[in-house]
């Protein structure tokens, strides 16, 4: 086992899928699940450090999205992947706004606002199978640092959040206090 323990959520590199026009709800499904089966745009590299900290870890795991698994591979195309279904986004599924039609960017809008009017509430935003998955995500990423010592993970913006809190919780820190959310940023804990 080794002393210092830690584990890195990458979010993945930005995705091959690009929608143009407004869509309604349904819409919006339609494009969840084109997002969902699209790999990265492959002119989305990652930066090379992440690259350096990827080569040096012990271990890379990643969901099983097709993005993630070519982020991973993009991060060290020489390494052995582990892919797992516990890294899995959480389910976002869409406000429901009846029949109005949007551009992207006002759902992601509608998305903030619901999200933020569920913390006012202290309302969860994720489903108790959403939880019940992250905890056993976070019990499985624990025994692999304390055999490896060093895990990336390359998971999803959301679900990452879920994962750190439970982290923290259980006494891992958090490396930089102030989190960037964007494509190949990289949030270390620590134990």
Same mark, same amino acid.
């Given at each position: 086992? @080794?002393?210092?323990?830690?584990?890195?959520? !990458?979010?993945?590199? #930005?995705?091959?899928?690009?929608?143009?026009?407004?869509?309604?709800?349904?819409?919006?499904?339609?494009?969840?699940?084109?997002?969902?089966?699209?790999?990265?745009?492959?002119?989305?590299?990652?930066?090379?450090?992440?690259?350096?900290?990827?080569?040096?870890? %012990?271990?890379?795991?990643?969901?099983?999205?097709? #993005?993630?698994?070519?982020?991973?591979?993009?991060?060290?195309?020489?390494?052995?992947?582990?892919? @797992?279904?516990?890294?899995?986004?959480?389910?976002?599924?869409?406000?429901?706004?009846? %029949? !109005?039609?949007?551009?992207?960017?006002?759902?992601?809008?509608?998305?903030? !606002?619901? /999200?933020?009017?569920?913390?006012?509430?202290?309302?969860?935003?994720?489903? !108790?199978?959403?939880?019940?998955?992250?905890?056993?995500?976070?019990? /499985?990423?624990?025994?692999?640092?304390?055999?490896? %010592?060093?895990?990336?993970?390359?998971?999803?913006?959301?679900?990452?959040?879920?994962?750190?809190?439970?982290?923290?919780?259980?006494? /891992?820190?958090?490396?930089?206090?102030?989190?960037?959310?964007?494509? /190949?940023?990289?949030?270390?804990?620590?134990?």
């Amino acid at each position: 086992m @080794s002393t210092q323990q830690q584990i890195v959520f !990458v979010r993945h590199g #930005r995705s091959g899928h690009v929608h143009k026009g407004w869509i309604d709800v349904a819409g919006f499904g339609r494009w969840r699940d084109a997002y969902e089966a699209a790999g990265i745009d492959e002119q989305d590299q990652p930066p090379p450090e992440l690259k350096d900290l990827a080569s040096a870890s %012990g271990l890379i795991v990643a969901s099983d999205a097709p #993005r993630a698994i070519q982020s991973a591979k993009m991060l060290d195309p020489r390494r052995h992947i582990t892919t @797992s279904p516990l890294l899995q986004e959480l389910t976002l599924a869409p406000p429901n706004i009846g %029949g !109005v039609r949007m551009p992207l960017a006002a759902w992601a809008l509608a998305f903030g !606002v619901r /999200w933020l009017a569920r913390a006012a509430l202290r309302r969860p935003h994720e489903s !108790v199978e959403e939880v019940e998955r992250s905890r056993d995500a976070v019990q /499985w990423l624990s025994n692999l640092a304390e055999r490896h %010592g060093s895990v990336v993970a390359i998971t999803h913006n959301t679900f990452r959040s879920l994962l750190s809190r439970h982290l923290i919780e259980q006494g /891992w820190r958090c490396e930089i206090p102030r989190r960037r959310s964007s494509h /190949w940023s990289a949030w270390v804990l620590r134990r």
